[in-house]
């Protein structure tokens, strides 16, 4: 074929004069002998040395929906802005003064509530680098909303710390620095954005408004978290602020931070963990340990039992007239014993004797296959 | 398949003694004594589980701290992005490298010291978790793997292991031959593959000031899910995997056993007997005798199959009964008390 068509070629080309080149180059590509289509495999890079070894790839899965944040009450402005609200975001280690963050999830409602959610994770304290920066400035990333933008209430989940400087008279950030780590930090949960930055320290400064108008170039209507280490008034406030402008329109315009309310919320996983964490506050070197099963039933009844105590006792104060009636109280209180559910005596020992049957029917066999497979091992070794 | 050091249970002895600063480890003996974490890394990795790990999945991630003495200190840890397709130019290392950097940069810990994974229904003894804390291991003396166990935290109470893997497990994993009988020279049975390290949990006094603040503001309920009776959903699922795993391992036993038998069919005498008996003719007619050839240069002997595989399998099925013995002291427990309570109604 290929015959066929140079010689159709040759004679087009019969006027010109020709050399191999020429006709070459005018070839068609098509006339070109096609390469062999080779299938390429793809090979796996070779493992790298002192690296992390190569996970074994997962399928992908299915993101799931977001939360929705909850709805929060209509708008209150409180006037003063010396009020500080701090929350607390989480994994703040601020490299200069000794902070100590909590991570929580600060559904910050710009109107009054804030949510603050997930345990607060707080950093350990660190020791200053130079002694004169009394703050760090970091920003964090809140978990939106996907989807729908809710005007009152904003969630923290997350934040990192940012290295700065401070002076009398100016303040340096670095920057750089904060993109690359948000960078690393969206290849893990990419549905974060920055949300706004925090500081350790209980006061707001000239040079936060410096950084929060930074900051405003980064988030829409960033919010300013302060955590308070230096423990003023033998308190950690963690309080939040979002910036107004004021002041006389043309002349002298200033900023005003307006303070929001901070709650705190938790999953229920988170729940429990800072459950576990709580208990180092009680224990004389700050140190516990995880307990073992019953161990934990045990703890858990306790704790049940304190408070149907409580409530025992209040009982009896209301009924000898220590302390006044209240409905409500009341009302929570019937609800309690009638969640009580009525069961025959004769019912509840079948359910009772045929979960306590399954329950020592699956020891059985649990320990009827661990014998087995020392077995097993034995036999091998022989 | 731990030798279960028993520091997980006595909160207050065992690592009374465990802790005490001894130095370093005798040849032969673990590096690590017990582990110390803190509040953040395990509040960390809860977070990282539920936001990015929902379903079967598991979450990775890197631990970060410093060795003191024979105690490990987890002082931070990061996440590790999940594996997806589209990921493929996805540089693990440099991340890591990055996300370290720049920690070193604000002045936190640093310093690699073992990984994370959360694990479904306590499954993670696979031959990746294997090779994974064995590159760790080997370049880092002390590092631990930590298993998050999301199902067991969220009935109620944390689940948080950490593991190293035996020095004698380790030897056998530098040669990486794993034919029986170099396990069997090596004395390896399911329970010496991993071993569990005790953990407590410890918090600095800013912190402390903190989740006394949080005490007090939050308003969330207490959840009593430890007392929750339902159990069947979650022990129907473990003892479906449980079976699963049974069925894997009937099926490398029938593997193994058809190795001995081709091994045994072969090593019969058969056809040394036949060339003994045509020596013994040619003998007797005068002609020289054949050479005894040696049986295993002319048949192949059969591979012995890998025993990592069953190890590993016999290790999975040891940590599902322990775990389901566990939960069903607990169910026991609990329902034991609520029939004193109807009785008491009653």
Redesign the interface.
Known sequence: MTDVRLSQLLSARRTQPLSLAKWRLQLPVRLLPRPPRRRVRRRLPPPRRGALPPRPLRPRRPRRPRRRPRHCQPRSRAPSPEAAWCGCTQSCSPPSWTASSGATRARRGSSGRCWVRAAALPCPARRSLGGSAPLSRCPFLPLPPAGTVDKHSVEVTNCFSVPHNESEDEVAVDMEFAKNMYELHKKVSPSEIILGWYATGHDITEHSVLIHEYYSREAHNPIHLTVDTSLQNSRMSIKAYVSAPMGVPGKTMGVMFTPLTVKYVYYDTERIGVDLIMKTCFSPNRVIGLSSDLQQVGSASARIQDTLTMVLQYAEDVLSGKVAADNTVGRFLMDLINQVPKISPEDFETMLNSNINDLLMVTYLANLTQSQIALNEKLLSL | MASRKE??????G??GSAKGKGKAAAAGDSAVKQV?I???V???I???????G??N??V?G?LLGLVVDDRLEI??C????????DDAD?D??Q??M??MR?LR????DHLHVG?YQSTYYGSFVTR?LL??QF??QH?IEESVVLIYD?IK??Q???S?KAYRLTPKLMEVCKEKDFS?EAL?KA?I??ENMFEEV??????????????????K????A??????S?A??NH?GKS?QL?MDR?DE?SQD?VK?NTYLRNVSKQQQQKHQQRRQQENIQRQSRGEPPLPEEDINKLFKPPQPPP?MESLLI?GQ??T??QN????????????F???AL?DY??
Not at chain 2, 78 to 85: D, I, K, L, N, V
Not at chain 2, 198 to 215: A, C, G, Q, R, T
Not at chain 2, 217 to 220: D, F, I, P, R
């Open positions: 520091g997980s249970g006595a909160a207050g065992g690592f110390q803190d509040g953040l395990v509040l960390k809860i977070k990282h589980y539920q936001e990015e929902q379903g999945e598991v990775q890197v002082t931070n990061f996440p590790f992005p999940q594996h997806t397709e996805f693990e290392v991340y890591q990055e996300m720049s940069h604000v002045n936190i990984w990746a090779d994974s590159s760790y370049a999301p935290t969220a109620g109470s944390l948080l029986p069997k004395n049975a399911y005790p953990i407590v949990i410890k918090n600095s006094y800013l912190i402390n000031v903190m989740l006394w603040e949080l005490e503001k939050s308003a969330v207490d959840r009593h899910e430890l007392l009776l159990s069947s022990l003892l449980l049974v391992m036993i193994y025993r016999a099925i040891n599902y009964c389901i013995k566990e939960f069903n002291a607990q169910n026991l427990g609990k329902l008390m609520a029939q109807q109604n009653n």
